[in-house]
């Protein structure tokens, strides 16, 4: 019987068989609930603090882990937890978590009206946009919210200004980043590496390179007082003394750099400093090193898509394994947990082991699907260097080069017309995933053209198009047609001076686009050394299997035939396409 019963029921005979002992013991019962009830709130609130303690001590000592692992448990974050949850999975390359939870933390501040928070959530936000590279989201939201700064809260928004100054850098707007710099005061933040670094990227944007290469300095010598490296700043000190044509200091920091980057560096930091070396030795005349430095270049674009694809794939497997992680640490329920709660509790494991097995099932087909992705844009990428590889660019220069010095001034005006029309429509083609016929066929008839200036021409080309087929209605993927041609122009006629032919007919039978290239050269059975058979092997592979994605993609058949002509009687070479295509009605 509760004590609220005896306070309010009627006086009756029966309280006289209360005893004095049963009514001192009430009495201290009802203290010692009250006592308990003391004890839990200051037993709370000492947690509370302690927590905080707990959570800011893992945070200094970097035990991002840990700090994710605690919090998730708790239903209700504080404003503090929301902020070391964002920052901790910032931290560890989380940042999509990050956002989240600082997207949480503002709407919450602002909520409250909690004007610190509001500048501590702004700043963690924009650090996770700039981490995710929304730079343009970045600067807006930054621009969008300055206003919330009061002047006792500078220290907050100088340190939003080291991210502000670097968006407006990425965006290209030199003033407004060295000015947005210029605002960061408190001498604190001034001597940090991070300022000293960033600031002499600052004043490289305003082109105040003495003053870029002082705080460069500062900040090499910093980076050696406490231990780390300067690869970044010896990378910015090169690209300096290089912008001033200083070709001899810019070599010594070139080379460090080099040096750190083959040792320790990724493929994107190395892919850097081949690009730096290839602009100095092209600056100063070297231009056999400026070439294999182009091609080590684009070597290595495939390095850095590859490890970029790896990160991906293994900050996922890290994100399933910390899922699988918590799902082992499910408490086990008390024996007397009533059964209609462990009912429900089997319910919950039940709909979380089946969220986990769907979580498989999609992370499996997500890898498929990027991996399937991954191949076709290599696919392509290999067929587009195989369209316009640096031999035949260095070698219509040369050809140029060549006019010019002769001063063949109209032939070298046409040829340059007809090369930069080339380099147009093969660089645009290449950025979509389906071209006009008519432009696919625009940049094949440009590069016979180039390839055909000779005088006598090498060899006579045709190229046919059905009159029934509208070229810039039918769509199809680019970069199919040239390397057969280029094959053609190199290896069939070895040897041959006169009569030189190259076909191309383009016709539909029955619904299929049709690509027939034919030439009367010495066929390729025997036109081809075992090197070029590889190779030519190697294109038709790639293009086959090309062919065998688009053909999925277009829903349409796709196939390549590469015979001698000696089996028909005949002489030369025929390739046949059947090519994947979509009609574009609006054309």
């Given amino acids: ?44 609130s000492s947690y509370s603090q302690t927590t905080d ?22 239903t209700n974050l504080t404003l503090l937890e929301l902020e070391y949850m964002a920052r901790s999975h910032g931290r560890l390359g989380q940042f999509s978590n990050g956002l989240m939870y600082s997207e949480e933390l503002l709407l919450r501040s602002l909520a409250a009206k909690d004007t610190v928070n509001i500048g501590i959530a702004i700043n963690v936000k ?16 930054c621009e969008t919210n300055l206003h919330y700064f009061r002047p006792q809260d500078s220290a907050e928004y100088q340190l939003l200004c080291f991210k502000l100054g670097l968006i407006y850098f990425r965006h290209s707007r030199f003033e407004e980043a060295y000015n947005t710099y210029n605002e960061i005061t408190i001498k604190r933040f001034r001597d940090l590496n991070l300022f000293t670094g960033n600031y002499s990227l600052m004043l490289m944007g305003m082109e105040k390179f003495d003053e870029a290469i002082v705080y460069l300095n500062k900040t090499i010598e910093s980076d050696r007082e406490l231990g780390y490296d300067s690869y970044t700043s010896y990378s910015n000190m090169a690209l300096i003394l290089m912008l001033q044509e200083k070709w001899d200091e810019a070599i010594f920091y070139l080379d460090s750099t080099a040096m750190h980057a083959h040792m320790y560096g990724n493929a994107a930091q190395r892919k850097g400093i081949y690009e730096y070396y290839y602009s100095y030795y092209s600056n100063t005349g070297n231009v056999t090193l400026a070439r294999r430095y182009l091609d ?16 991906e794939l293994v900050a996922l497997k890290k994100s399933f394994e910390r899922e699988h992680s918590l799902e082992k640490k499910i408490v086990v329920v008390d024996n007397e947990l009533a059964e209609s709660e462990q009912t429900l509790l089997y319910g919950v494991i039940i709909f979380l082991v089946s969220m986990l097995v769907l979580a498989v099932i999609i992370t499996f087909l997500w890898v498929r699907n990027v991996k399937s992705q991954n191949q076709n844009i290599l696919i392509e990428q290999k067929l587009l260097r195989s369209q316009m590889t640096p031999h035949f660019i260095f070698n219509s220069l040369s050809v140029l080069q060549g006019m010019i010095l002769n001063k063949e001034e109209d032939a070298s005006v046409s040829y340059l017309n007809k090369f930069s029309k080339l380099l147009r429509t093969t660089l645009e083609n290449s950025r979509h995933k389906t071209v006009s016929l008519a432009s696919e066929l625009a940049a094949t008839d440009y590069y016979m053209a180039l390839q055909n200036l000779d005088d006598p021409p090498r060899f006579n080309y045709q190229l046919t198009v059905d009159p029934s087929i509208d070229g810039k209605a039918i769509k199809i993927p680019p970069m199919l047609i040239q390397p057969f041609i280029e094959n053609a122009i190199e290896h ?14 383009i016709t539909i039978k029955e619904k299929q686009l ?37 053909s999925k993609s277009f829903k349409a058949k796709g196939s390549i035939k590469v015979e001698d002509r000696e089996k028909f009687g005949e002489k030369g070479t025929l390739v046949t396409l059947h090519i994947p295509y979509k009609l574009d009605e609006t054309a």
């Fill in 1 to 44: 019987m509760s004590l609220l019963f005896y306070l309010s029921a009627p006086i009756s005979p029966t309280i006289t068989t209360f005893t004095k002992t049963k009514a001192e013991k009430l009495l201290q019962t009802m203290k010692f609930k009250l006592l308990l009830f003391f004890l839990f709130i200051f037993g709370l």
């Fill in 53 to 74: 303690e707990y959570i800011k001590k893992l945070y200094k000592n970097d035990e991002y882990e840990l700090i994710i692992s605690s919090l998730s448990k708790k």
């Fill in 126 to 141: 924009t650090e996770n946009l700039v981490d995710l590279g929304r730079y343009d989201e970045a600067l807006d939201f």
């Fill in 296 to 311: 080590s270049i684009s070597i290595t674009n495939e390095e850095v898509f590859n490890d970029k694809l790896d990160e």
């Fill in 492 to 505: 069939a006629f070895l040897g041959q001076k006169e009569n030189c032919e190259i076909k191309v007919n």
């Fill in 514 to 550: 049709v690509c027939i290239i034919t030439d009367n050269g010495i066929g390729i059975n025997s036109s081809q050394t075992k090197n070029e058979r590889d190779k030519n092997s190697l294109a038709t592979a790639i293009t086959t299997e090309r062919l065998a994605m688009l």
